[in-house]
Each structure stands twice: as structure tokens, then as C-alpha cells.
């Protein structure tokens, strides 16, 4: 039984208790502890490696993660986004193609070549377009969670036994696989620390997209 996240300290049982590595900003960490093991867990079960190629659909909390995690595990990452001007930042963070998604030509170029993608968007979009960019016995994994139903054509899944599944976190145990993966690879979350005064205002920019990619509050602030 916890009381919030506000106090100074807290007794714990040990077997709840994850192994933070000294490398890596505690800071930058936070996020970790939700983006990272969510994107980090489908790639883990699905065994993503080198020479698989990987997409990665929006570029936001979660998918600036996967693009991270992806290229660590040695996969060749293509950032899917319907905004152009995240091709820059996408290909800092470890992409090596970038694709505007709503650009047919660009999206054809591509069709059924992928082994895995993984779809980080929680807004209502066309799956069936990705679905056409995978190859025999390849992947679909949603982790983002649309406000209502998608339709899928099951055409799509038929002809090439393609997959569509889903993922949300991890447990402890592969929660520390993934922070050790990290700290192995230096990975962290991109982040902006606020002070617990400005929390409405992040809010705003939340709601607006205005955030790379992650806030995080400086709970100092509130003493």
C-alpha cells in the first residue's frame, strides 16, 4: 500500500524495488518506467534484431522511444509520420529513413518489406496502410490505444499470414531487462524538466503537441 508519489520516502517490498544504472540521469529516466518499457517489451517478445527492418509509426513519447530502442536492438528504423519536420529530429534519434505517411508514393515505395512495425499513435489513422507495408509472417503491434474501433481489412492479413497484436508495459523483471539495456546502451528518454508550478502550462503544451518528448517535474519545486 503506497500514499502518492509526493512524499520524501517510502518502504517498499524489494522484489518491487528496479535497479536504476548509475550511468544514466535519474531525470531522464523517469520516462523510461512507461514509454520505455512499452516500446521496449513488443520489440523484445518479437525478437526485433539485426537485419530486421522496423517501423516505427509517430514520433512522440512513446515512438521517439521505439526509434531509441529499435536501432539499439540493430534493426534498420523508418520513422512513419504525417509531419515533415520531425524527419530532423527522427533521424537524430536513431532512424535511418524517414516516411511522410501521407504520402502515397512514399508509402508504396515500401509495401510489403517490413518485418515489424510498431504503432505508437493513439488517434484514429488508417492501420490497413501499414498493414500493406508488411511482409509474409511479419508484425503489426499496436501500443498506442485509438479513442474508437479501427477497421481492418482482414484481405490484408489473409494473403501474407501478416499479424496484428497488441502491447502495454511490462513486469518488474522486464522492466530491470530494459533498464540494464539502457544503461548498456545509454539511452535515456528526451525530456524537459518543469517545476511543479508551471504543471498547468505543460498541460497546454501537452494538448498541443509542444513537448520533445517528455515532461518531467522537479519535485524539489514544491517545497
Not at 517489451?41 to 521517439?64: D, E
Not at 535511418?96 to 518485418?115: C, L, P, Q, R
Not at 524538466?193 to 502550462?201: G, L, S, Y
Request: one cysteine or more; a negative charge.
Amino acid at each position: 500500500m503506497t500514499y502518492g508519489g509526493y512524499s520524501d520516502s517510502i518502504v517498499v517490498d524489494e522484489v518491487f524495488v528496479l535497479r536504476v544504472p548509475k550511468n544514466l540521469d535519474p531525470a531522464a529516466v523517469a520516462p523510461l518506467l512507461c514509454a520505455g518499457i512499452t516500446t521496449y517489451s513488443p520489440l523484445r517478445h518479437w525478437k526485433v534484431g539485426n537485419g530486421q527492418k522496423v517501423g516505427i509509426v509517430g514520433l512522440g513519447g512513446l515512438g521517439h522511444m521505439g526509434v531509441k530502442l529499435a536501432n539499439a536492438f540493430g534493426a534498420h528504423v523508418v520513422l512513419f509520420t504525417t509531419s515533415p519536420d520531425k524527419k530532423e529530429d527522427a533521424l537524430r534519434l536513431g532512424a535511418s529513413e524517414v516516411v511522410v505517411s501521407k504520402n502515397e508514393a512514399e508509402m508504396a515505395k515500401h509495401a510489403g518489406s517490413f518485418d515489424f512495425i510498431l504503432d505508437t499513435v493513439s488517434a484514429e489513422h488508417n492501420l490497413n496502410a501499414y498493414l500493406d507495408l508488411i511482409k509474409l509472417d511479419g508484425t503489426l503491434v499496436m501500443v498506442g490505444a485509438s479513442p474508437s474501433p479501427l477497421p481492418v481489412a482482414v484481405g490484408s492479413l489473409l494473403f501474407r499470414r501478416r499479424a496484428l497484436a497488441g502491447s502495454i508495459i511490462g513486469g518488474i523483471r522486464e522492466t530491470q531487462e530494459m533498464l540494464d539495456f539502457c544503461g548498456e546502451h545509454g539511452i535515456v528518454s528526451d525530456i524537459e524538466m518543469i517545476r511543479i508550478q508551471q504543471i498547468n502550462e505543460a498541460y497546454d503544451r501537452l494538448a498541443k503537441g509542444d513537448v520533445k518528448y517528455r515532461f518531467v517535474i522537479d519535485m524539489a519545486s514544491l517545497k
